[in-house]
């Protein structure tokens, strides 16, 4: 089945466009699984469309043997932006700690371009908070780029960003807040976890 399922794709005599069908693939773990997907998600010469499909296949089925071939692949600006985003969403996701701190460089921009973030968001999600500092973190964080809408780095500040600062990282975080720019000319995005520190600050005002 996953044989001809990889030649199906391989062929695009299918598409991976069917809403849902990433919560199928868990079904095709076997094995000798990672054996059968390692070439397609590592062959350059293989499209998008069934790499794609291999590298979700492997974080459905938490094929952590593949990880070290995927963080490669992540990190490696040779390689086609959305392979590399998909990539680095397998890895935010089934990779292990020692695996996950290797996307720190997508964090912090020095793994090529990062056309809308993408990459960025999904660093942050295997980084943050256990791999990366609240100083660290506040450095980076900049407002999204306008040609991106509501995707990982979005999400990772509007939902995951507060949810890990302790009651004394408030004072650094109240700075970043203090430093940013009129909250008229910043995305709703960024705009909500300034929102969210303040009140977690209001919180605990009995801390010197």
């Known amino acids: 089945l996953v044989d001809t399922l990889l030649r199906l794709y391989d062929e695009e005599k299918l598409l991976d466009w069917e809403w849902g069908i990433y919560g199928h693939y868990k079904k095709l773990s076997h ?19 069934v790499r794609r499909v291999a590298i979700n296949i492997a974080e459905a089925c938490e094929l952590q043997i593949l990880q070290d071939d995927l963080v490669n692949i992540a990190l ?22 020692v695996t996950k701190v290797k996307l720190k460089s997508l964090v912090t921009g020095e793994a090529g371009d990062d056309i809308d973030d993408e990459l960025k ?48 990282d408030l004072p650094l975080a109240l700075k970043w807040v203090e430093k940013q720019r009129s909250l008229h000319n910043l995305s709703h995005h960024f705009k909500r976890p300034m929102d969210d520190i303040m009140l977690q600050a209001w919180e605990h005002l009995e801390l010197p």
């Open 31 to 49: 094995p000798c699984l990672a054996e059968q997907l390692r070439p397609y998600i590592c062959e350059r010469t293989k499209g998008d469309i």
């Open 76 to 97: 490696d600006p040779s390689q086609p932006q959305l392979i590399r985003e998909e990539a680095a969403c397998a890895i935010s996701r089934i990779g292990d700690d």
């Open 121 to 168: 968001g999904y660093g942050l999600r295997a980084v943050w908070p256990n791999h990366i500092t609240p100083k660290e973190l506040f450095a980076i964080l900049t407002p999204p780029k306008e040609n991106s809408f509501y995707r990982t780095y979005q999400h990772f500040l509007s939902e995951n960003l507060v949810q890990h600062i302790q009651p004394t």
